[in-house]
């Protein structure tokens, strides 16, 4: 009983000297700078307090931009607040998607005249359309023709897909980006300082710097 009670006395004990140590610390660290703006004032140079105010960054944000972009293309870029490109990432989509589009109804439309002529039918738009026996596609140039729109209509669905990757890269590279960007209130101003001695009337002179974050 007697042991426990002497170690909970030595541990308050020690913890009223960490917290005085705490406070004398912190009346020192205050005498320091009150003592250093006071030499400063000696010689005259403005001291100005500032008080930084640290912004709040969000870790996840990058993650959120691109996976905003990744559900709805110019998500990410909306809650980046870079809100001009959001018409852009649809307006680029929007053609790649028109172009893939067009491009595939125009390889169905040749693809099943090909596969129709290679059956024995002739009724097919592009075997007499204007009805005066001549033929204005042969079987070679139907098959031709949709090779040549199948590449392009490709070329289109990979343009697309790099256009959809890009935009997911741009709304998560933006985010990091933003994280490290100078704070638009960071700003300094010198000016020449010039004060008389109301004692002995001797000049005081030198720089004023005046550093605001």
């Given amino acids: 009983m007697n042991n426990s009670l002497f170690h909970t006395t030595l541990c308050l004990l020690f ?5 005085a140590q705490v406070e004398t610390d912190s009346i020192r660290n205050v005498s320091a700078v009150d003592s250093i703006k006071a030499n400063a004032k000696a010689k005259g140079i403005t001291v100005e307090e500032v008080v930084y105010v640290p912004e709040i960054i969000d870790p996840l944000a990058p993650s959120k931009a691109a996976f905003y972009s990744a559900v709805l293309p110019g998500l990410g870029q909306i809650y980046n607040k870079k ?4 018409p852009i990432v649809w307006g680029i989509m929007g053609w790649g998607i028109y172009n893939y589009s067009t491009e595939h109804t125009k390889y169905r439309r ?13 009724d097919d738009e592009f075997y007499d359309p204007d009805g005066n ?3 204005n596609v042969s079987t070679e140039g139907l098959e031709n023709a949709q090779e040549n729109i199948q590449q392009s209509r490709d070329l289109w669905l990979l343009l697309n897909i790099g ?3 890009l935009n ?7 985010a990091h980006l933003k994280q490290f960007n100078v704070s638009d209130k960071l700003a300094y101003d010198i000016s ?3 004060d008389l001695n109301e004692v002995t009337g001797d000049p005081s002179y030198g720089f004023t710097l ?4």
């Fill in 83 to 86: 809100y001009w490109k959001a």
């Fill in 163 to 165: 256009i959809y990757a």
């Fill in 210 to 213: 005046v550093v605001k974050f």
């Fill in 133 to 135: 026996g001549v033929i």
């Fill in 15 to 19: 913890s009223f000297v960490a917290l």
């Fill in 192 to 194: 020449p300082y010039l």
């Fill in 168 to 174: 997911i890269i741009d709304a998560n590279v933006t």
């Fill in 110 to 122: 040749y693809r099943n005249a090909f596969k129709r002529r290679k059956a024995g039918f002739t």
